[in-house]
C-alpha cells in the first residue's frame, strides 16, 4: 500500500502529486499497539506463552468440550456462592480465543478469555498432565500450568487488561462505518489522557488486583520486597528487587511504549488533516464545508 516506488501510494502520487497519504486508521491503531507491545521483550514472551495456553487448551473438539464443562460447573459454583449476578444473556459459555498479530481487539478478546475461563483452562490443562496420550502432550501441558501460576504471566495479563481495556473502545470506534470522525478524533484524545493516568495513578490497584487473583485461586503470592532473580546462578542475579522489576521495567515500560507509538501515528497534524477532511461530506450538498469552521469547533472541543 505505502511503497515507495510500486505501491498504491505512488501511483496514486503520480496522477495527483498533491495528494495525502494516510493509513486506514483502525489498522494504524492496531499496527501502533501490536508493534509497541511485541518491542518489549517480557510482553512479547507473554504473547508467546499465551498463544501456546490456548493452543494447548483448545487443540482439539474434545479439549473444547472439557473447557465448556468445566466452565458450566464453575459458573455454577458462582451463582450459588453469589459471586456472579444472573440475567437473560448473561453467564453464557463460550472459548478462549487466539490472538492474531494484526488484530489488536483480537489480543484484548484472548486476554479477556482467559481471565473469565482461567479455572476451566486450568483444569483441562490438569487433565492432560495426568491422560495425556503422549510424553510431548503431557510436557506441554506441564509447562502451560507453570506459565499459568507464574506471578509475571498474571501480573502481565492483568496490565496488559488494562491497557487494552482503554484502547479497545477506539479501535472499535474506527473501525465503525457510522462512526463520526471528529467523535472517533476526541477517542484518540481521550486514550491518550487515560494512558498517562494509568501511569501515575494505576499501579497500586493493579497490583492490588494481581494478588487478590492470586489470593482467589489458592496460589502461594511472592514476596515482593525480596531481590529479583534473572536466570540462574549467582552470576545472573541483579540489585533490584521484586517490585521494582515489576513497576518500572514493566509497567512503566509497556506504558511509555504505547504513549509513545499513539503519538507519533497519531500526531498533531494527521489528526487536524483528518478532522478537516470532515468537511468533504457530500450529504446535505457539502453543508459541512467550511474549512475555518471545523478547524476552529475541532481546537474548541479538544481544549
Known amino acids: 500500500m505505502r511503497g515507495e516506488w510500486n505501491g498504491l501510494q505512488a501511483l496514486m ?3 495527483c502529486p498533491y495528494a495525502y497519504y494516510m493509513h486506514c486508521y483502525a489498522h494504524r491503531l492496531q499496527l501502533a499497539l501490536v508493534a509497541a507491545s ?3 521483550v517480557h510482553i512479547h514472551e507473554f504473547f508467546t506463552q499465551l498463544t501456546l495456553v490456548v493452543n494447548i487448551v483448545t487443540a482439539s ?3 473444547h468440550d472439557q473447557l465448556q464443562a468445566a466452565q ?8 450459588t456462592n453469589d459471586e456472579l449476578q444472573t440475567g437473560r444473556g448473561a453467564n453464557q459459555v463460550g472459548t478462549i480465543r487466539r490472538a492474531r498479530d494484526t488484530r489488536w481487539s483480537s489480543h484484548f478478546q484472548s486476554i479477556s478469555s482467559l481471565m473469565k475461563m482461567y479455572d476451566a483452562a486450568c483444569t483441562v490443562i490438569d487433565n492432560i498432565i495426568d491422560e495425556g ?3 510431548s502432550q503431557r510436557g506441554d501441558a506441564s509447562a502451560a500450568s507453570k506459565m499459568l501460576s507464574s506471578f509475571e504471566f498474571i501480573f502481565i495479563l492483568h496490565l496488559m487488561f488494562k491497557i487494552m481495556g482503554i484502547t479497545n473502545i477506539l479501535c472499535q470506534a474506527l473501525q465503525s462505518r457510522s462512526q463520526d470522525i471528529l467523535n472517533a478524533m476526541r477517542l484518540v484524545s481521550t486514550s491518550k489522557l487515560l494512558l498517562p493516568q494509568l501511569r501515575d495513578d494505576g499501579w497500586s490497584d493493579l497490583l492490588k488486583n494481581v494478588k487478590l487473583f492470586y489470593l482467589k485461586h489458592m496460589i502461594e503470592i511472592p514476596d515482593m520486597s525480596a531481590q529479583y532473580i534473572l536466570g540462574r546462578g549467582r552470576s545472573r542475579q541483579t540489585n ?3 517490585v521494582h522489576h515489576y513497576r518500572v521495567d514493566i ?3 509497556v ?7 499513539l503519538n507519533l501515528r497519531f500526531n498533531e497534524q494527521t489528526v487536524e488533516l483528518l478532522c478537516l477532511s470532515t468537511t468533504l461530506d457530500p450529504s446535505n450538498n457539502y453543508k459541512e464545508f467550511n474549512i475555518d469552521n471545523c478547524a476552529r469547533d475541532f481546537r474548541s472541543k479538544r481544549g
Open 13 to 15: 502520487l503520480r496522477d
Open 72 to 79: 458450566e460447573i464453575n459458573i455454577t459454583n458462582m451463582i
Open 61 to 63: 473438539s474434545k479439549r
Open 240 to 242: 533490584v528487587t521484586m
Open 133 to 135: 496420550a503422549t510424553y
Open 251 to 253: 509497567f512503566l515500560v
Open 255 to 261: 506504558i511509555d511504549s504505547q504513549m509513545k507509538e
Open 38 to 40: 511485541r518491542e518489549v
